[in-house]
């Protein structure tokens, strides 16, 4: 039980103040507060003590965390006196609170006589709350050791050290409550060094034998595995896996953690260097060499796949073509090749495949899990897949699919799991029952509870106390540790649930041995080994113990430990920090190094969008933009502004943010002329050009671009060159001066820097598709519709050989709009639909363009009322995005096609509209 007291500070003299009346009205509307707070824990207020109370948690209603009820009604009504206006005097003077909280064995009951009965509990453990309440500074709530112990987890506190309380003669450990911490999940992963027996789960492991028998002949099985934390799923797949003989089948695993769920690719990482047999020690020629060979084995063309292979590990050397790519192509390639390794795997021999802990996968992966369980059912493979409930796997419907759902184990099995987890020790059968009935069939907490109390056993002489929760029996146990272990084991928590005993000993500033205690926590079970050749690692049993071995540190203490694993990780790995600089970001950001978190978040940032993972990048690199204005002001904090603000054009503009990166890039502009670099200036340029004609400000559009032309031209960036021209050539389009844009679009085409021109140089499209597809337009407007046709075929062929989606948007368009105006409307459908397959679906800024092109050509052929249904589409979609440019065209065709349905009066308002948008925009084609 948990006795909660609480006070209010210098009552008397409050009440002298404010005289009797006012005094006792105020006190009503507290009491109302704090009750309500107690009744929302299921506590219950025993005494009222003139000017304040004691509280009872766990008693006469027990509660397994009667101590967290009690802290979280405690903090509950510091903050409700605090917040609330009405818990104050009429003269505004607020309450402050002391509040004392201790847990143990209390005698709880009635007291009295017929006149007058109180429930209430008396003993050292109500003391002790007492006493606590009034050393508690004002405004603050104390907690005794116990508690604190029962409730690490979950709340944050400070500890004041040792406590002498009147009354008692040895002090104690006094902690005051700071925050309450947001509720966590757990992982219970499952990997024993020794096991407790396996009980109760024959008939699941028969159903598995049976559905792998199917799998190996052709017919391959979904099975998703749901059981509660700790129920057993690990340990079903492990004894699975361990009835498999190494010539049935091939065994392979993926695993999710729950503080890795917003950083994408990691299982499928895994899964790779698991088929490639790469570690990740490995250098790049070793990792490179091994991704090719595992591919040729497979049969599988190592040209085609290898480069996205690599770059999903972050490996540059060989993915130069990737360059080109739009970030889902990329994101595509990365499962289609990944896919086809375990298809071409499974022809060999069957394949099974363990994803575990799916509730924590992140979204990225759980797309390519959804893509492999499409390719399940024709190929000898099993996939399993585990999960809490509440999660649903993809694909579960399918007939191949089969549900496992893990019960809590019965009365017997959970007593054989006892008698084995205690091995040659004898238990008391109170003790042994204790456990059954708080274990309640979990395995986990079976073998958990059973290893406390033997270690109390020894520590205590015979003093067999079991803790209410396991994450109580974990702290316990944690706690029991000598002094350089249990740092050991904390420095170890926030590394990760998985970590390199290498930088532990990093890290370390000790005088005992690390290798040492990581010695004594594998054998008291706290860490296993995972075995590797060349790069041991070490993994807590339990993610739960890791969890709480993290929570036992105070803040500060954290942000130390955080410094320094971003200084171990950057010594250990100093020749390959790209497969760390999630973890160096993190850590970084915990350790408040405002300069190294900026750093590793952008490298993370740009490194994401490379692999297709467009809202990931976007996080990271908001994150580093905004860390960069807490670094002193100098040369290279500019420079690394403008960069982050230049690299947020990719995601931002994918997604159609069009406002929020005009005013990112306008800022860079500032920076870039105030710090006098040319070249992050000419690149900044380009894309406000970019931004100013999506918006039909033209003049600004067209200034803009012919600066950075200007600067391309006379530093020698080839690269500038192509990018002023490209939006020169847009702008002059635009405006209708189309010979003037024939001349820039056909520099970028056949001029000395037209293979520049062939790379997509930030585009969504490479400058050369869209030039192309530009002449193709100006010609048929001109009447030269035999260049507009060769053009236009060069545009279309060039998007294909790209193989880029956006690319081939914009090709497809373009022909449209030239067949358009060539009059030829059956083929002109034919490429609007093509453009519209491709871009619904994708973040295409033109799909707007495509409805617009599209309902018109609809309407010209007689389908009036589904071309209309599209071009208020486009409308409703340009101004969603913010887009104006050809505007004007598009309300133009509008207007034809409601006039085309008897529409007149619309359609002389939006023919109107257009011609005044085309007068003040200064599209000068469309105006005439």
């Known amino acids: 039980m948990t006795v909660l007291f609480c006070d209010i500070v210098n009552s008397t003299g409050l009440a002298e103040r ?67 206006a009405e818990v104050k005097a009429a003269n505004g003077e607020a ?64 500890a004041l050290g040792a406590l002498q309380i009147k009354g008692k003669t040895d002090s104690i450990q006094g902690y005051r409550v700071t925050a309450i911490r947001p509720r966590r999940s757990s992982r219970h992963g499952f990997e024993h060094r020794n096991l407790s027996a396996f009980v109760g789960r024959d008939r699941e492991l028969r159903t598995l034998h049976e559905l792998l028998g199917l799998a190996e002949g052709g017919q391959g099985q979904l099975v998703g595995i749901v059981g509660e934390a700790g129920v057993g799923k690990s340990r079903l797949v492990h004894e699975f896996r361990r009835s498999l003989t190494e010539r049935r089948a091939t065994f392979q695993e993926v695993h999710c953690f729950s503080y890795d769920r917003a950083v994408p690719y990691l299982p499928l990482i895994d899964l790779l260097r698991d088929g490639a047999q790469i570690t990740p020690r490995d250098s790049t020629d070793v990792a490179v060499t091994r ?207 998985e970590f390199s005993p290498r930088l532990v000993e990093q890290m370390w500033d000790g005088a005992g041995s690390v290798s040492s205690c990581l010695k004594a926590l594998q054998t008291l079970e706290f860490l296993y080994e995972r075995t590797s050749p060349d790069n041991p690692t070490l993994v807590f049993q339990h993610a739960l113990t890791q969890e709480v071995a993290f929570s036992t540190l105070l803040n500060e203490h954290r942000r130390i430990l955080h410094g320094r694993a971003v200084s171990a990780i950057e010594h250990v790995f100093r020749d390959r920090l790209g497969p760390h600089l999630d973890s160096l970001a993190r850590h970084a950001l915990a350790a408040d190094l405002p300069g190294r978190a900026v750093e590793y978040l952008h490298a993370s940032g740009t490194a994401l969008f490379a692999k297709g993972a467009v809202r990931d990048s976007l996080e990271r690199l908001d994150q580093a933009l905004e860390m960069v204005s807490r670094l002193e002001p100098t040369a290279e904090t500019t420079r690394r502004s403008i960069d982050l603000r230049l690299d947020l054009h990719s995601p931002l503009f994918v997604i159609g943010d069009l406002s929020r990166v005009t005013k990112l890039h306008e800022e860079a502009e500032a920076l870039a002329r105030e710090l006098g670099d040319h070249a992050r200036l000419g690149r900044v340029l380009v894309r406000l050009a970019n931004y100013s004609w999506a918006g039909a400000q033209y003049a600004d559009a067209r200034h803009r671009s012919t600066q950075a032309l200007t600067i391309g031209l006379r530093t020698g960036d080839r690269v500038l060159e192509v990018m002023g021209r490209y939006l020169l050539g847009e702008v002059q389009h635009a405006c209708g001066e189309y010979a003037a844009a ?178 003040e925009s200064g599209e000068r084609g469309h105006e005439a």
């Open 95 to 158: 309450l402050t609170l002391r509040v004392g909280l201790n847990t143990g064995p209390v005698v709880a009951g009635t007291i009295g006589d017929q006149l007058r009965t109180d429930y209430t509990a008396v003993g050292d453990t109500t003391n002790l709350a007492a006493r606590l309440q009034q050393l508690a500074e004002p405004g603050t709530i104390l907690v005794s050791d116990t508690t604190a112990r029962l409730v690490t987890g979950d709340v944050e506190m400070d």
């Open 291 to 497: 991704v090719r060979r595992t591919l040729e084995e497979l049969g599988l063309e190592a040209d085609v796949h290898a480069p996205f292979l690599l770059r999903l590990l972050g490996i540059d050397e060989g993915t130069e073509r990737l360059a080109a790519l739009t970030p889902d192509r990329i994101k595509s390639g990365i499962f289609e090749a990944l896919c086809q390794m375990t298809l071409m795997s499974s022809k060999k021999r069957p394949v099974v495949i363990l994803a575990e802990d799916l509730h924590w996968i992140d979204a990225t992966s759980e797309e390519f899990v959804q893509l492999l369980a499409d390719a399940v059912p024709g190929a000898a493979m099993l996939l399993l897949m585990t999960y809490r409930p509440g999660y649903r796997p993809p694909r579960l419907e399918k007939s191949c699919a089969t549900q496992l759902a893990l019960r809590s184990l019965s009365t017997e099995d959970s007593r054989r799991i006892v008698s084995s987890a205690a091995r040659d020790e004898t238990m008391d059968d109170t003790v042994v029952d204790t456990i059954l009935g708080k274990a309640e069939g979990n395995a986990f907490f079976l073998e958990e509870l059973t290893r406390a109390v033997l270690e109390q056993k020894t520590a205590q002489a015979g003093s067999l106390t079991v803790p209410g929760t396991v994450q109580a029996v974990l702290a316990a146990r944690i706690d029991r540790l000598d002094d350089d272990t249990k740092r050991v084991l904390q420095a170890a928590a926030v590394l990760g649930r």
């Open 742 to 919: 024939i001349r820039s679009f056909r520099e970028n085409v056949e001029g000395d820097n037209s293979e520049v021109a062939k790379q997509r140089l930030g585009f969504t499209a490479s400058p050369y598709v869209v030039s192309c597809g530009y002449l193709a337009w100006c010609y048929a407007l001109l009447g030269d519709f035999r260049s507009a046709r060769a053009f236009g075929d060069r545009a279309v062929a060039s998007a294909d050989a790209s193989n880029e989606p956006q690319a081939r948007v914009y090709a497809s368009l373009l022909y449209a709009l030239m067949l358009d105006d060539t009059g030829d409307s059956a083929q002109g459908i034919e490429w609007c639909e093509r453009a519209r397959t491709q871009a619904e679906g994708q973040a295409s800024a033109w799909i707007g363009g495509v409805y617009s092109v599209l309902g018109y050509l609809l309407v010209q052929t007689g389908r009036v009322a589904e071309g209309l249904g599209y071009q208020e589409r486009a409308l409703a979609h340009q101004e969603r995005i913010g887009f104006r440019v050809y505007r004007p065209l598009f309300r133009r065709k509008l207007a034809e096609a409601l006039l085309a349905a008897g529409q007149v009066d619309q359609a002389k308002h939006h023919a109107e509209a257009a011609l005044e948008a085309a007068t």
């Open 18 to 84: 404010l005289g009797p009346e006012q005094m006792h009205a105020l006190l009503n509307r507290f009491f109302e507060r704090a009750l309500s707070e107690v009744h929302r824990y299921e506590g219950t207020i025993n005494q009222f003590l003139g000017d304040g109370f004691m509280a009872l948690f766990g008693a006469p209603v027990a509660h397994e965390d009667h101590a967290l009820r009690a802290v979280l009604a405690a903090f509950g009504i510091q903050q409700a006196i605090g917040e609330r």
